[in-house]
Nanobody, 125 residues
């Protein structure tokens, strides 16, 4: 069982930056997919960034491409999301998620991710 804990959320002004972190209770295996999702009340959970550690491959939604960067540390325990040039529409609860299969299998289908953190709120005004 994988436990995920997010941190780093907060309130910022538009144009500023934030870095979210997600600490895992287990290392990231090459076959895993680790991702960041976000959700606003009344809307579907949106996948925004994913990383397949084994392939060193990353993927981003169009809404964050060029502004956000997903990465993991060399110990394969901490997942990060560097968020630059934040916009009010980035306001949401942000979750990290893990799936025991390749990102190409789960894609942005949040129901296929087995493990979730509790979420961290990001507010941009």
């Amino acid at each position: 069982h994988v436990q995920l804990v997010e941190s780093g959320g907060g309130s910022v002004q538009a144009g500023e930056s934030l870095t979210l972190s997600c600490t895992s209770s287990t290392v990231t295996y090459n076959g895993d997919c680790r991702a960041w999702f976000r959700q606003v009340p009344g809307k579907e959970r949106e996948g925004i960034a994913a990383i397949c550690p084994g392939l060193v491959r990353t993927d981003y939604s169009d809404s964050v491409k060029g502004r956000f960067t997903i990465s993991r540390d060399s110990a394969k325990i901490t997942l990060s999301l560097q968020m630059n040039r934040l916009k009010p529409e980035d306001t949401a609860m942000y979750y990290c998620a893990a799936a025991p299969v390749s990102c190409s299998v789960v894609g942005w289908t949040w129901r296929l991710y087995h493990y979730w953190g509790q979420g961290t709120q990001v507010t941009v005004s």
